[in-house]
T-cell receptor, first 113, second 115 residues
Framework: GESVGLHLPTLSVQEGDNSIINCAYSNSASDYFIWYKQESGKGPQFIIDIRSNMDKRQGQRVTVLLNKTVKHLSLQIAATQPGDSAVYFCAETSTDSWGKLQFGAGTQVVVTP | DTAVSQTPKYLVTQMGNDKSIKCEQNLGHDTMYWYKQDSKKFLKIMFS???????INETVPNRFSPKSPDKAHLNLHINSLELGDSAVYFC??????????????FGEGSRLTVL
């Protein structure tokens, strides 16, 4: 499944499938990007980050892709599990902004059995 | 061990009251933040302190006053509460910016409801 995270859309994914969550960021000066996962009633949790000198980074079951030309970020989750159900946020910041993270609108991921 | 802890978790109060939310981090970080999350889940930064010094102050009504007694604590006091202040307030911390920005570690949130 695929989604653009602008108005908290919902991405429904079948358990075991791969998920792709997209994010368009706004500031061309941003050089650090993070994906966060927020489960219901909890605070955002760090998933993976990427700096602007890279275009791909892999973690455990997750991959972040960065396309600076079109200011686009995506998060791929392999073999989606029920525990992946949450709201996912992309966030951007720049080295000279004291860690002031600007968050995207979020995408709700619902994993169905 | 809770890394970033904030209290209270829930707060229900009347318009016009004054309330405080406290935050503490045991990660040894030198930068702390307050974020506000509205009903549409949008997260917006309010304030940031680095070593007790205010470094980010977004366009927030001056009814909101942060206070950092030391680098492990950042409290948020809100005067004359309004209906629009109802939201979830998240405290966060990060290591300093030398070497580039780092990820933020968030608390569990404090849900404020103004009646």
């Amino acid at each position: 499944g695929e989604s653009v995270g602008l108005h908290l859309p919902t991405l429904s994914v079948q358990e075991g499938d791969n998920s792709i969550i997209n994010c368009a960021y706004s500031n061309s000066a941003s050089d650090y990007f993070i994906w966060y996962k927020q489960e219901s009633g909890k605070g955002p949790q760090f998933i993976i980050d990427i700096r602007s000198n890279m275009d791909k980074r892999q973690g455990q079951r997750v991959t972040v892709l960065l396309n600076k030309t079109v200011k686009h970020l995506s998060l791929q989750i392999a073999a989606t599990q029920p525990g992946d159900s949450a709201v996912y946020f992309c966030a951007e910041t720049s080295t000279d902004s004291w860690g002031k993270l600007q968050f995207g609108a979020g995408t709700q991921v619902v994993v169905t059995p | 061990d809770t890394a970033v802890s904030q209290t209270p978790k829930y707060l229900v109060t009347q318009m016009g009251n004054d309330k405080s939310i406290k935050c503490e981090q045991n990660l040894g970080h030198d930068t702390m933040y307050w974020y506000k999350q509205d009903s549409k889940k949008f997260l917006k930064i309010m304030f940031s302190y680095n070593n007790k010094e205010l470094i980010i102050n977004e366009t927030v009504p001056n009814r909101f006053s942060p206070k950092s007694p030391d680098k492990a604590h950042l409290n948020l006091h809100i005067n004359s509460l309004e209906l629009g202040d109802s939201a979830v307030y998240f405290c966060a911390s990060s290591q300093g910016a030398s070497g580039g920005p780092r990820e933020l570690f968030f608390g569990e949130g404090s849900r404020l409801t103004v009646l």
